[in-house]
Each structure stands twice: as C-alpha cells, then as structure tokens.
C-alpha cells in the first residue's frame, strides 16, 4: 500500500526505506509523540520520518489505508478468514472463573 515512487523533487534523495520508514510514522501517529522527541532507537531523524509521513499524506495513503481497515472491519472477517464472533470483545461471565 506504501507508494512505490516518491516524488524526486524533493532536494534530498530518499534513502530511507519505506519499509524503515513505515514503523516510525506510525509509532508518532499513535504514541502521539512529537515528531522531534522520536525515539534515537528508530535510526531515522524526526526530519525524515515526518517528510515521508507528508509525501505520503500527499499521495493519499492514508485515507486508502483507513477504507481498506473500515472495509475490513464491516465485512467481519479476521485474519484467518473466519468470521469473528458477535461479541467482541469477549467478556467473562459474572461471578468470576
């Protein structure tokens, strides 16, 4: 889902693999982090990830990764290609074990 060709306009050339790159975008959106306190142990600069994270704002990958989610979810199949059971998620009967 991540875009194969990257606008080359930009004055630096993209070293930084999408793959690399993917996990760190993601750890900011839902951490809530500040792009400049990413953690050093992702190996990336806060500049980089936050310049992939607006190309691929640009191009869209967001709103399709969000419909491809929201698809999946109403169509109620797991990851294993069964259906998920009406209750989710399970509760423990009252009363304990």
């Given amino acids: 889902m991540l875009p194969s060709r990257l606008d080359r306009t930009v ?3 993209l070293r930084v693999t999408r793959g690399r790159c993917a996990p760190k975008v993601v750890y900011v959106l839902t951490s809530g982090c500040a792009w400049l306190h990413l953690p050093p142990a992702f190996g990336t600069s806060s500049v980089t990830a936050h310049r992939r994270f607006t190309v691929w704002a640009e191009v869209g990958l967001w709103r399709r990764l969000r419909r491809a989610v929201l698809d999946k979810l109403r169509s ?3 990851g294993t290609g069964r259906r998920q059971s009406s209750t ?3 509760f423990a009967p009252k009363g304990g074990p």
């Fill in 11 to 13: 004055a630096a050339p």
């Fill in 76 to 78: 109620g199949v797991s």
């Fill in 88 to 90: 989710w998620p399970p």
